[in-house]
């Protein structure tokens, strides 16, 4: 039966001890811990009760994190439900810490890969508690062998979701709060048990996947004229932007040599979708441009006989690459829940995929549903008080797609690469903000949202 944490939030002091066993027993830098604890109503609002959550990895009996892994570096114990991370397998993605609600894999500066909670699974072969439950003070935490049934977890500040966490909470008794603590404060190095109320994907930490994503969208953009209208785009520059998409995005991952791994879970993980419906499109495209530019030895006089069934092809692979990207971030908070992102990959190829190819039906079409989603964005952000930049919208709007409309209206042939440029640089500022309004749950998260209903509530 699998193992399980218990813990029980009427025990809980918030004293910090889970946190500095797991760093000690795992050899982690004092500044680490594979465990957080996290403190609902941590102002102490005298209205609501206050009470702590000490989380490590749940060991979910269907893990957000392996599925998503590109690099097949997770596996689950059959037996004891454990979930292990083989840093020999992992490329440094940090894929696994999105898709995570319960922020369990733990990001390894040093190795270059992620790290996670094991369950103490050494210590448990020799019939030993893990190092967390044997140092809490009180017996808030402990584990069991317990079935699904037998869990419940929904308290406070716990992302509820169907992944199957295991662990059993105990929530606070009616009127109840958490007891304070009597132990002293705890040392500097492990003051802060909860991990800060940040996004884990910031516009600064994954440039690299900005530029990888609008380079995708622009090389779609590229193909489509090239298939569909008839352009020429020189087959070199298309290769060279496509590599030079590759390494951007490569330059986020902490193994670098391990790049190859990323495409081992296309059954389960969107990313490894993504790496190689991208590859293959830009295999086949710079095929196509070739074979159509009369480079290709061989295939000169019989060309006309492949060459739209290759053309469409690559541009296949491009859809399934651009909805890829897209999927990528299933696991992102909306900012308008049920709308797409204005700056969507998918939308944004077929933006400049009508650009390119000289298109004003497929252009205005996509240009016009992509002003509709950021004005609809916009307001959305705007009535919760939130960060709006009325001077990027400006130039979002105005440059990327007010001014290519008019210049294409006025004059359509001679103001061709001003329509072009202002486009991409419309596309660009929207993509950017994309990433700097990428917001992932976590237990810190769930617990700010909580507390707030609550507030609202009284």
């Not at 958490?178 to 991990?195: D, I, K, T, W």
């Not at 800060?196 to 590229?222: C, D, H, Q, V, Y």
């Not at 070739?290 to 006989?305: E, F, K, T, Y």
Request: proline share 6%.
């Amino acid at each position: 039966m699998p193992t399980s944490f218990r813990f029980d939030t009427n025990k809980c002091t918030g004293c910090q001890a889970c946190r500095l066993a797991c760093t000690i027993e795992n050899g982690l830098d004092l500044d680490r811990s594979w465990r957080s604890v996290v403190t609902f109503n941590e102002r102490q609002n005298p209205e609501i009760p206050v009470f702590h959550l000490s989380l490590a990895c749940n060991h979910c009996s269907d893990p957000a994190c392996m599925r998503a892994c590109p690099a097949l570096a997770y596996s689950k114990d059959p037996l004891t439900g454990i979930v292990l991370l083989d840093s020999d397998k992992c490329i440094g993605c940090k894929y696994c810490s999105w898709a995570c609600p319960y922020d369990a894999p733990e990001w390894d500066a040093t190795a270059g890969v992620m790290s996670k909670c094991t369950l103490c699974d050494s210590r448990l072969s020799q019939g030993l508690a893990p190092a967390c439950a044997t140092a809490c003070p009180t017996g808030a935490l402990g584990v069991a062998d317990l079935g699904f049934g037998a869990i419940s977890n929904e308290v406070e500040g716990f992302p509820r979701t169907d992944l199957g966490p295991s662990i059993d909470i105990r929530p606070l008794r009616a009127g109840g709060t958490a007891p304070e603590s009597s132990a002293p404060p705890p040392m500097r190095h492990v003051a802060s048990g909860s991990r800060a109320l940040a996004s884990r994907i910031t516009l600064r930490s994954e440039w690299s996947l900005m530029a990888f994503s609008l380079l995708a969208a622009l090389l779609f953009g590229m193909l489509a004229a090239a298939v569909v209208a008839g352009m020429s785009p020189a087959p070199q520059s298309f290769l060279a932007v496509g590599l030079s998409a590759m390494a951007l995005s490569a330059a986020h991952l902490g193994r670098k040599l391990r790049a190859w791994r990323a495409v081992l879970n296309v059954a389960h993980s969107w990313l490894s979708r993504e790496i190689l419906g991208f590859a293959l499109f830009v295999v086949f495209g710079t095929t196509f441009l070739a074979g159509s530019a009369g480079m290709v030895p061989g295939l000169s006089a019989g060309w006309d006989r492949y060459a739209s069934p290759l053309g469409w092809t690559a541009l296949a692979c491009g859809l399934l690459m651009l909805i890829s990207i897209d999927r990528v971030y299933d696991f992102a908070i909306k900012p308008v829940p049920r709308l797409p992102h204005s700056g969507g990959a998918l939308l944004t190829g077929l933006f400049l995929a009508g650009i390119l190819a000289a298109n004003p039906l497929l252009a205005g079409a996509t240009g016009a549903l992509k002003l509709a989603l950021y004005i609809a964005r916009k307001a959305a952000m705007s009535s919760r008080a939130g960060s709006v930049r009325p001077g990027v919208c400006t130039l979002r709007i105005g440059i990327g797609l007010v001014l290519p409309a008019v210049a294409w209206a006025l004059a359509p042939a001679s103001a061709r690469a001003l329509v072009v440029g202002t486009a991409v640089i419309g596309e660009l500022l929207d993509r950017a903000e994309f990433y700097d309004e990428l917001e992932i749950l976590t237990p810190s998260r769930q617990m700010a949202n909580d507390l707030q209903a609550r507030l609202a509530g009284l």
